[in-house]
Protein backbone atom coordinates (compact mmCIF):
# COMPACT_ATOMS: atom_id res chain seq x y z
CA UNK A 1 0.00 0.00 0.00
CA UNK A 2 1.23 3.31 -1.29
CA UNK A 3 -0.20 6.64 -0.90
CA UNK A 4 0.31 10.21 0.83
CA UNK A 5 -0.40 10.67 4.85
CA UNK A 6 -3.66 12.72 5.25
CA UNK A 7 -3.42 13.64 9.08
CA UNK A 8 -2.94 12.52 12.25
CA UNK A 9 -5.08 10.40 13.93
CA UNK A 10 -5.92 11.16 17.59
CA UNK A 11 -2.94 9.24 18.86
CA UNK A 12 -0.47 10.90 16.86
CA UNK A 13 0.06 8.32 13.85
CA UNK A 14 -0.01 9.15 10.47
CA UNK A 15 -3.52 8.20 8.35
CA UNK A 16 -2.90 6.52 4.59
CA UNK A 17 -6.19 5.76 2.69
CA UNK A 18 -6.73 3.36 0.12
CA UNK A 19 -10.30 3.06 -0.88
CA UNK A 20 -12.31 2.17 2.25
CA UNK A 21 -8.50 0.79 3.72
CA UNK A 22 -7.22 2.94 6.25
CA UNK A 23 -3.89 2.07 7.86
CA UNK A 24 -1.94 4.22 10.43
CA UNK A 25 1.92 4.76 10.60
CA UNK A 26 3.68 6.00 13.71
CA UNK A 27 6.29 8.48 13.01
CA UNK A 28 4.74 10.04 10.30
CA UNK A 29 3.64 13.77 9.01
CA UNK A 30 0.73 15.00 7.21
CA UNK A 31 2.26 15.09 3.37
CA UNK A 32 4.50 12.16 3.97
CA UNK A 33 4.50 9.70 0.72
CA UNK A 34 5.07 6.29 2.27
CA UNK A 35 4.61 2.75 1.23
CA UNK A 36 3.38 0.27 3.99
CA UNK A 37 4.97 -3.19 3.78
CA UNK A 38 4.00 -4.77 6.74
CA UNK A 39 0.93 -4.31 9.37
CA UNK A 40 -0.60 -5.81 12.40
CA UNK A 41 -3.84 -5.35 13.97
CA UNK A 42 -4.77 -3.43 17.09
CA UNK A 43 -8.28 -3.06 18.22
CA UNK A 44 -9.79 -3.22 14.64
CA UNK A 45 -7.61 -1.02 13.34
CA UNK A 46 -4.33 -1.47 10.88
CA UNK A 47 -1.00 0.01 12.52
CA UNK A 48 2.30 -0.02 10.04
CA UNK A 49 5.03 -2.39 11.48
CA UNK A 50 7.50 -1.78 8.24
CA UNK A 51 7.14 1.05 6.11
CA UNK A 52 9.61 3.30 3.60
CA UNK A 53 9.37 6.95 3.44
CA UNK A 54 10.02 7.57 -0.24
CA UNK A 55 8.85 11.31 -0.27
CA UNK A 56 9.13 13.46 3.17
CA UNK A 57 6.97 15.93 3.70
CA UNK A 58 8.12 19.70 3.69
CA UNK A 59 6.34 19.92 7.06
CA UNK A 60 8.61 17.51 8.71
CA UNK A 61 11.83 18.97 11.11
CA UNK A 62 14.72 17.12 12.38
CA UNK A 63 13.99 15.27 15.63
CA UNK A 64 16.63 16.25 17.94
CA UNK A 65 16.06 12.44 19.80
CA UNK A 66 18.95 10.46 18.59
CA UNK A 67 16.58 7.86 19.23
CA UNK A 68 13.51 9.11 17.81
CA UNK A 69 11.70 6.54 15.59
CA UNK A 70 12.75 3.45 17.87
CA UNK A 71 11.53 4.88 21.31
CA UNK A 72 7.84 4.55 21.73
CA UNK A 73 8.58 7.67 24.18
CA UNK A 74 7.62 10.55 21.74
CA UNK A 75 5.77 10.23 18.74
CA UNK A 76 6.18 13.95 16.90
CA UNK A 77 9.13 15.10 17.40
CA UNK A 78 9.76 15.14 13.21
CA UNK A 79 6.47 17.71 13.37
CA UNK A 80 7.54 21.35 13.98
CA UNK A 81 5.95 22.37 17.87
CA UNK A 82 4.16 25.25 16.51
CA UNK A 83 1.98 22.47 14.17
CA UNK A 84 2.07 20.58 17.05
CA UNK A 85 0.00 22.50 19.03
CA UNK A 86 -2.31 23.76 16.55
CA UNK A 87 -3.16 20.00 15.67
CA UNK A 88 -3.86 19.56 19.33
CA UNK A 89 -6.28 22.88 19.76
CA UNK A 90 -8.20 21.13 16.46
CA UNK A 91 -8.40 17.95 18.42
CA UNK A 92 -9.59 19.38 21.26
CA UNK A 93 -12.21 22.10 19.47
CA UNK A 94 -13.51 18.96 17.52
CA UNK A 95 -14.05 16.45 20.39
CA UNK A 96 -15.80 19.78 22.57
CA UNK A 97 -17.58 21.53 19.73
CA UNK A 98 -16.41 24.92 20.16
CA UNK A 99 -12.69 26.61 19.41
CA UNK A 100 -10.20 26.13 22.25
CA UNK A 101 -7.18 27.17 22.09
CA UNK A 102 -4.10 25.22 23.46
CA UNK A 103 -0.98 27.17 25.62
CA UNK A 104 2.68 25.57 24.14
CA UNK A 105 4.78 24.27 27.02
CA UNK A 106 7.19 27.32 28.21
CA UNK A 107 9.92 24.63 27.17
CA UNK A 108 10.10 21.39 24.97
CA UNK A 109 13.25 19.77 25.43
CA UNK A 110 14.55 19.24 29.54
CA UNK A 111 10.47 20.10 30.58
CA UNK A 112 9.34 16.28 31.87
CA UNK A 113 10.48 16.17 35.61
CA UNK A 114 9.87 12.55 36.29
CA UNK A 115 11.20 9.13 33.48
CA UNK A 116 11.24 5.56 34.10
CA UNK A 117 13.85 3.77 32.57
CA UNK A 118 13.56 -0.16 32.26
CA UNK A 119 16.93 -1.65 33.01
CA UNK A 120 16.70 -4.83 30.69
CA UNK A 121 18.64 -7.76 29.39
CA UNK A 122 17.97 -5.89 25.89
CA UNK A 123 19.15 -2.38 26.88
CA UNK A 124 18.77 0.48 29.37
CA UNK A 125 15.86 2.62 28.37
CA UNK A 126 12.86 3.09 26.98
CA UNK A 127 10.53 0.03 25.36
CA UNK A 128 11.04 0.04 21.29
CA UNK A 129 7.49 1.92 20.05
CA UNK A 130 5.15 -1.48 19.43
CA UNK A 131 6.87 -3.80 22.01
CA UNK A 132 6.10 -4.82 25.50
CA UNK A 133 9.28 -6.89 25.48
CA UNK A 134 12.59 -5.25 23.82
CA UNK A 135 14.33 -1.96 24.89
CA UNK A 136 15.85 0.78 23.07
CA UNK A 137 18.89 1.78 25.21
CA UNK A 138 19.63 5.42 25.87
CA UNK A 139 22.63 7.09 27.08
CA UNK A 140 20.29 10.28 27.98
CA UNK A 141 16.95 11.56 27.35
CA UNK A 142 16.45 14.68 25.80
CA UNK A 143 12.99 15.60 27.43
CA UNK A 144 14.10 15.20 30.77
CA UNK A 145 17.56 16.72 30.16
CA UNK A 146 21.17 16.41 30.62
CA UNK A 147 20.99 14.94 34.07
CA UNK A 148 19.21 11.87 32.62
CA UNK A 149 22.52 10.98 31.40
CA UNK A 150 25.03 11.41 34.61
CA UNK A 151 22.66 8.80 36.49
CA UNK A 152 22.15 6.57 33.65
CA UNK A 153 26.34 6.67 33.28
CA UNK A 154 26.60 6.20 37.68
CA UNK A 155 24.00 3.38 37.05
CA UNK A 156 25.97 1.60 34.06
CA UNK A 157 29.35 1.63 36.46
CA UNK A 158 27.48 0.46 39.47
CA UNK A 159 26.23 -2.39 37.26
CA UNK A 160 29.85 -3.33 35.52
CA UNK A 161 31.27 -3.37 38.79
CA UNK A 162 28.98 -5.31 40.43
CA UNK A 163 27.14 -7.84 37.66
CA UNK A 164 23.66 -8.10 39.26
CA UNK A 165 20.96 -9.90 36.94
CA UNK A 166 18.89 -7.27 34.80
CA UNK A 167 15.30 -7.71 33.88
CA UNK A 168 14.36 -10.33 30.73
CA UNK A 169 10.96 -9.16 30.44
CA UNK A 170 9.78 -12.27 28.77
CA UNK A 171 10.49 -14.40 31.38
CA UNK A 172 9.99 -11.60 34.02
CA UNK A 173 13.13 -12.95 35.49
CA UNK A 174 16.42 -10.60 36.98
CA UNK A 175 17.00 -8.16 40.07
CA UNK A 176 17.74 -5.08 38.57
CA UNK A 177 13.79 -3.47 36.97
CA UNK A 178 13.61 0.34 36.85
CA UNK A 179 15.54 3.54 37.51
CA UNK A 180 12.75 6.15 38.23
CA UNK A 181 14.93 9.50 37.49
CA UNK A 182 12.80 12.84 39.63
CA UNK A 183 13.74 16.51 39.54
CA UNK A 184 12.31 19.70 40.86
CA UNK A 185 13.06 21.72 37.77
CA UNK A 186 12.69 24.93 39.92
CA UNK A 187 14.60 23.58 43.22
CA UNK A 188 16.98 21.81 41.00
CA UNK A 189 16.90 18.84 43.70
CA UNK A 190 17.43 15.33 42.09
CA UNK A 191 15.61 12.00 43.30
CA UNK A 192 16.74 8.60 42.20
CA UNK A 193 14.85 5.24 42.71
CA UNK A 194 16.25 1.91 41.73
CA UNK A 195 13.43 -0.36 41.77
CA UNK A 196 14.12 -4.09 42.08
CA UNK A 197 12.77 -7.69 42.64
CA UNK A 198 13.38 -9.33 45.92
CA UNK A 199 17.34 -9.33 47.26
CA UNK A 200 20.30 -8.10 48.73
CA UNK A 201 21.48 -4.60 47.13
CA UNK A 202 25.84 -3.87 47.40
CA UNK A 203 26.37 -2.09 50.22
CA UNK A 204 28.42 0.68 47.98
CA UNK A 205 25.38 1.29 45.89
CA UNK A 206 24.76 4.94 46.93
CA UNK A 207 28.69 5.41 46.20
CA UNK A 208 27.54 5.61 42.74
CA UNK A 209 25.30 8.66 43.17
CA UNK A 210 26.10 11.18 45.31
CA UNK A 211 24.94 14.00 43.73
CA UNK A 212 21.21 13.22 44.36
CA UNK A 213 19.42 14.80 46.65
CA UNK A 214 17.65 11.84 47.76
CA UNK A 215 18.39 8.08 46.84
CA UNK A 216 16.03 5.22 47.44
CA UNK A 217 15.60 1.58 47.08
CA UNK A 218 12.30 0.02 46.34
CA UNK A 219 11.49 -3.46 46.04
CA UNK A 220 8.26 -5.19 43.84
CA UNK A 221 7.96 -8.57 44.93
CA UNK A 222 4.88 -8.79 42.48
CA UNK A 223 4.24 -10.29 38.88
CA UNK A 224 3.32 -6.97 37.84
CA UNK A 225 5.69 -5.20 35.36
CA UNK A 226 5.67 -1.79 37.51
CA UNK A 227 8.26 1.07 37.93
CA UNK A 228 7.28 1.49 41.63
CA UNK A 229 7.30 -0.86 44.67
CA UNK A 230 7.95 -1.16 48.60
CA UNK A 231 10.53 1.15 50.24
CA UNK A 232 13.38 -0.89 51.23
CA UNK A 233 15.72 1.78 52.46
CA UNK A 234 16.83 5.60 51.53
CA UNK A 235 19.63 8.09 51.96
CA UNK A 236 19.64 11.40 51.73
CA UNK A 237 16.33 13.74 51.85
CA UNK A 238 12.95 11.85 52.15
CA UNK A 239 11.87 13.93 49.77
CA UNK A 240 12.63 16.25 46.96
CA UNK A 241 11.21 19.91 46.52
CA UNK A 242 8.96 21.32 43.43
CA UNK A 243 7.87 24.88 43.47
CA UNK A 244 5.09 26.37 41.81
CA UNK A 245 5.11 29.98 42.10
CA UNK A 246 5.26 30.68 45.68
CA UNK A 247 3.72 27.17 46.52
CA UNK A 248 6.24 24.66 47.76
CA UNK A 249 5.37 20.49 47.41
CA UNK A 250 7.05 17.79 48.29
CA UNK A 251 7.96 14.96 46.20
CA UNK A 252 8.04 11.09 47.63
CA UNK A 253 8.93 7.85 45.21
CA UNK A 254 5.20 6.77 45.07
CA UNK A 255 3.48 10.12 44.80
CA UNK A 256 2.40 11.60 41.84
CA UNK A 257 3.49 14.99 40.32
CA UNK A 258 2.38 16.82 37.65
CA UNK A 259 5.51 15.92 34.63
CA UNK A 260 5.89 19.07 33.27
CA UNK A 261 6.49 21.86 35.92
CA UNK A 262 7.00 24.41 33.53
CA UNK A 263 3.22 24.20 32.24
CA UNK A 264 2.09 22.79 35.38
CA UNK A 265 2.64 26.71 36.40
CA UNK A 266 0.52 27.54 34.17
CA UNK A 267 -2.04 24.90 34.83
CA UNK A 268 -2.22 25.70 38.60
CA UNK A 269 -2.86 29.56 37.55
CA UNK A 270 -5.38 28.92 35.19
CA UNK A 271 -7.60 26.78 37.44
CA UNK A 272 -6.62 29.69 40.13
CA UNK A 273 -8.34 32.44 37.78
CA UNK A 274 -10.94 30.49 37.30
CA UNK A 275 -11.82 29.35 40.92
CA UNK A 276 -14.76 32.00 42.35
CA UNK A 277 -16.32 32.36 45.52
CA UNK A 278 -14.63 31.14 49.40
CA UNK A 279 -15.20 27.97 49.77
CA UNK A 280 -13.67 25.37 46.99
CA UNK A 281 -14.06 21.75 47.06
CA UNK A 282 -10.86 19.88 45.66
CA UNK A 283 -11.95 16.11 44.03
CA UNK A 284 -9.72 13.86 43.00
CA UNK A 285 -7.00 16.01 45.08
CA UNK A 286 -4.21 13.88 44.80
CA UNK A 287 -0.74 15.75 46.58
CA UNK A 288 -2.40 19.69 47.06
CA UNK A 289 -1.28 20.28 43.64
CA UNK A 290 -4.47 22.73 42.98
CA UNK A 291 -5.52 22.77 46.95
CA UNK A 292 -2.94 24.18 48.62
CA UNK A 293 -2.05 26.31 45.65
CA UNK A 294 -5.44 27.95 46.08
CA UNK A 295 -5.08 27.95 49.88
CA UNK A 296 -2.49 29.95 49.14
CA UNK A 297 -4.67 32.71 47.51
CA UNK A 298 -6.79 32.86 50.42
CA UNK A 299 -9.58 30.48 49.58
CA UNK A 300 -10.68 27.88 51.92
CA UNK A 301 -10.02 24.58 50.33
CA UNK A 302 -11.35 20.95 51.25
CA UNK A 303 -9.90 18.01 49.06
CA UNK A 304 -11.09 14.74 48.79
CA UNK A 305 -8.39 12.07 47.48
CA UNK A 306 -8.75 8.38 47.41
CA UNK A 307 -5.37 7.15 47.94
CA UNK A 308 -4.28 7.58 51.73
CA UNK A 309 -0.46 8.35 50.69
CA UNK A 310 -1.30 10.86 48.22
CA UNK A 311 -3.54 12.30 50.95
CA UNK A 312 -0.96 12.12 53.66
CA UNK A 313 0.94 13.67 51.36
CA UNK A 314 -1.49 16.55 50.86
CA UNK A 315 -1.32 17.12 54.43
CA UNK A 316 2.32 17.82 54.45
CA UNK A 317 1.94 20.00 51.71
CA UNK A 318 -0.74 22.17 53.68
CA UNK A 319 1.68 22.49 56.37
CA UNK A 320 4.67 23.19 55.10
CA UNK A 321 3.12 26.23 53.02
CA UNK A 322 1.21 27.34 56.82
CA UNK A 323 -2.48 27.63 54.14
CA UNK A 324 -5.88 26.28 55.07
CA UNK A 325 -6.27 23.89 53.65
CA UNK A 326 -8.02 19.85 54.86
CA UNK A 327 -7.92 16.95 52.81
CA UNK A 328 -9.70 13.37 53.45
CA UNK A 329 -9.68 10.24 52.02
CA UNK A 330 -12.79 9.71 50.21
CA UNK A 331 -14.20 8.08 46.89
CA UNK A 332 -15.35 10.39 44.01
CA UNK A 333 -18.87 8.65 44.60
CA UNK A 334 -18.98 9.50 48.32
CA UNK A 335 -18.61 13.22 48.60
CA UNK A 336 -21.15 14.92 50.54
CA UNK A 337 -23.59 18.07 50.01
CA UNK A 338 -21.93 20.20 46.73
CA UNK A 339 -24.04 22.68 47.23
CA UNK A 340 -22.04 23.89 50.21
CA UNK A 341 -19.09 25.00 47.99
CA UNK A 342 -19.03 28.04 45.60
CA UNK A 343 -16.12 26.50 43.25
CA UNK A 344 -15.97 22.56 42.64
CA UNK A 345 -12.57 21.37 40.73
CA UNK A 346 -12.86 17.59 39.60
CA UNK A 347 -9.33 16.24 37.94
CA UNK A 348 -10.29 12.90 37.18
CA UNK A 349 -8.09 9.52 35.86
CA UNK A 350 -8.79 8.93 32.19
CA UNK A 351 -12.18 7.27 32.41
CA UNK A 352 -13.65 10.59 33.64
CA UNK A 353 -16.87 10.99 36.41
CA UNK A 354 -18.17 8.25 37.29
CA UNK A 355 -21.76 8.85 36.51
CA UNK A 356 -22.84 8.63 40.65
CA UNK A 357 -20.73 11.39 40.49
CA UNK A 358 -22.54 13.15 37.37
CA UNK A 359 -25.69 12.10 39.03
CA UNK A 360 -24.67 13.80 42.46
CA UNK A 361 -23.74 17.33 40.81
CA UNK A 362 -26.44 17.76 38.62
CA UNK A 363 -28.72 17.27 42.03
CA UNK A 364 -26.48 19.56 44.83
CA UNK A 365 -26.07 21.90 41.67
CA UNK A 366 -22.80 23.77 43.00
CA UNK A 367 -22.94 27.11 41.17
CA UNK A 368 -19.42 27.02 39.21
CA UNK A 369 -17.59 23.68 38.22
CA UNK A 370 -13.75 23.29 37.18
CA UNK A 371 -13.16 20.14 35.17
CA UNK A 372 -9.46 19.69 34.41
CA UNK A 373 -9.13 16.94 31.91
CA UNK A 374 -6.03 14.47 30.23
CA UNK A 375 -8.53 12.66 28.07
CA UNK A 376 -10.44 15.09 25.50
CA UNK A 377 -13.38 11.59 24.81
CA UNK A 378 -14.57 11.27 28.18
CA UNK A 379 -14.37 15.04 28.87
CA UNK A 380 -16.48 15.40 26.31
CA UNK A 381 -18.86 12.66 27.19
CA UNK A 382 -19.07 13.96 30.81
CA UNK A 383 -19.62 17.58 29.59
CA UNK A 384 -22.87 16.74 27.50
CA UNK A 385 -24.30 14.70 30.29
CA UNK A 386 -23.40 18.20 32.82
CA UNK A 387 -25.13 20.02 29.62
CA UNK A 388 -28.63 19.65 31.46
CA UNK A 389 -27.72 22.40 34.25
CA UNK A 390 -24.54 23.61 32.97
CA UNK A 391 -22.90 25.81 30.17
CA UNK A 392 -19.59 25.56 29.51
CA UNK A 393 -18.07 29.52 29.75
CA UNK A 394 -14.49 28.98 28.95
CA UNK A 395 -12.22 26.35 27.87
CA UNK A 396 -8.72 26.37 27.27
CA UNK A 397 -5.64 22.95 26.73
CA UNK A 398 -2.59 23.06 27.65
CA UNK A 399 0.48 21.06 26.02
CA UNK A 400 1.67 19.25 29.29
CA UNK A 401 3.16 16.47 26.70
CA UNK A 402 5.21 17.97 23.78
CA UNK A 403 6.39 15.76 21.47
CA UNK A 404 3.46 13.16 22.30
CA UNK A 405 -0.74 12.92 21.02
CA UNK A 406 -1.62 14.18 25.04
CA UNK A 407 -2.94 16.95 25.77
CA UNK A 408 -4.94 18.85 28.98
CA UNK A 409 -7.84 20.98 29.19
CA UNK A 410 -9.67 23.03 31.50
CA UNK A 411 -13.12 23.86 31.75
CA UNK A 412 -14.99 26.63 33.29
CA UNK A 413 -18.77 25.16 34.04
CA UNK A 414 -21.21 27.89 35.41
CA UNK A 415 -25.00 26.50 36.45
CA UNK A 416 -27.84 27.86 34.35
CA UNK A 417 -29.56 31.01 35.71
CA UNK A 418 -32.89 29.94 37.16
Known amino acids: MRGIVEGLSDEGLGILREGKREVLVPHTAPGDEVEVLKTRRKKKKLIATKFRLINPSPMRTEPLCPYFGRCGGCLLQHIPYEEQVRWKGEKLSRYLGLDVEVIPSPKIYGHRNRIDVVISTTGIGFRRYGTWYDVVDIAVCPVFGERSARVLKSLREFIGDFKPSLYDIRKNEGFLRYIVIREGKFTGELMVNLVTKGGALPEEFPEYFPYATSLYWSVNESQSDVSYGEIKRFWGEPFIRERLDDVTYLIHPNSFFQTNSYQAVNLVRKVAE ?100 CNPKTLAENLSALGEKYRIESAVGLDMFPHTAHVEAVVELRKFDT
Do not use: C, Q
Open 274 to 373: LADGERVLDLYSGVGTFGVYLAKRGFTVEGVEINPFAVEMARENAEINGVNAKFKVGSDRDVEDLSNYDTVIVDPPRAGLHPKLIRKILKDAPERLIYVS
